[in-house]
């Protein structure tokens, strides 16, 4: 069980072998790592399940291995052009999952160095067209844990510029809370060849231009978003988990975010976010059980809001009515507005 997806594991993976799993697809959802959050956001699961498959199966289309096999209708795994009603659980090939070592608040990849294939590679890629505000990007720069031409930048961007090239990011993903990397230190602990880190950087790359275009055409930005890889049994790259959601990219249409990152901006202008923050620098390990309270729940209206959101971005970009009732994009965000702050 997940924050905000279940798995259910139907064959458990071997060395020599993919397992089989199916995702289940929850209303729920998280952000700053907090885990779930009290709010339910209805057909925010059937909206992610349907269109993680759109951009899997596009991938396919491309050559691009997936783990992905269908969404679960009449008990088994179907294309989306065969399904009759939104699925909420989709069939995955899965992969083992090899946890680092933990000694003297230090993880140790070593294992790593032994292990052939069929594994989730334990990184996750970060694509960025460009820096919005609210990006992690600026508070590095700030706490000068980078610097601007470690991005290929020639000076400090600015919130909301475009780049004039997509910059790939690459941070931990089974730590407890994820750190970023420089690209020596991902190869290094997942022990990759040079080969395969430019192979890993190249799929990314292919993902970035696809969900660019394709949301693109609905009239959204894409500025920045991820994807997760593994292995298969023969050592072959393969994109895993999910990708091209609301909950994976950060869209916006005309500066307004067109993702979680709406509760992310309410939740900002809190006191329980500013708890959060103050206990992730105390100790980045229990931050949790410093925070000392939960966040309260998101207005009603505001909750409505972004589940039609969710909803009307799946039926724009399929080009098929799943959620019935749902306004167009554009008039839901003019809505949102309103509880967003005024730059």
Not at 134 to 141: A, C, H, M, N, P
Not at 221 to 227: F, L, T, V
Not at 236 to 252: A, H, Q, S
Request: net charge negative; glycine share 8%.
């Amino acid at each position: 069980m997940g924050s905000v997806k279940d798995l259910e594991i139907i064959r458990p993976p071997s060395k020599e072998e993919t397992g089989i799993g199916r995702f289940h697809f929850t209303d729920r959802y998280s952000v700053f790592d907090w885990g779930e959050m009290p709010d339910l956001i209805p057909n925010k699961g059937a909206s992610i399940a349907l269109l993680g498959a759109y951009f899997f199966e596009r991938l396919q289309q491309q050559g691009i291995s997936t783990h992905y096999l269908g969404l679960i209708e009449e008990d088994r795994p179907k294309r989306l052009n065969e399904l009759n009603t939104p699925s909420t659980v989709m069939e995955v090939r899965l992969l083992r999952i090899v946890r680092p070592g933990f000694s003297e608040g230090r993880y140790d990849y070593s294992c790593y160095r032994e292990e052939r294939g069929n594994f989730l590679i334990p990184l996750e890629i970060i694509y960025r067209n460009s820096l919005p505000a609210g990006s992690s990007v600026f508070k590095r720069l700030e706490k000068g844990e980078i610097r601007p031409e470690d991005l290929g930048l020639q000076r400090m961007p600015r919130p909301g510029e475009e780049l004039d090239q997509p910059i790939l990011d690459v941070s931990t993903k089974l730590e407890v809370t994820d750190r970023y990397l420089t690209w020596d230190e991902a190869r290094e602990i997942a022990s990759l060849s040079e080969e395969e880190l430019q192979e890993i950087k190249g799929v990314a790359a292919a993902v970035n231009r696809l969900v660019t275009e394709e949301f693109r055409r609905i009239g959204l930005k894409n500025e920045d978003g991820k994807i997760e890889v593994g292995f298969d049994p023969e050592r072959r790259l393969m994109v895993v988990d999910v990708l091209g959601t609301l909950d994976e990219c950060r869209l916006t249409y005309n500066g307004i975010p067109v993702s979680k990152e709406i509760a992310r901006i309410h939740y900002r202008g809190t006191d329980w976010f500013n708890a959060v923050e103050e206990a992730k620098k105390k100790d980045r390990m229990r931050w949790k059980e410093l925070v000392g309270r939960g966040p309260d729940p998101l207005p009603p209206m505001l909750k409505e809001l972004i589940s039609m959101l969710y909803s009307a971005c799946t039926n724009e970009l399929t080009g098929r009515e799943w959620f019935e009732d749902i306004p167009p994009l554009a008039t839901l965000l003019e809505e949102i507005k309103a509880y967003l702050p005024e730059e």
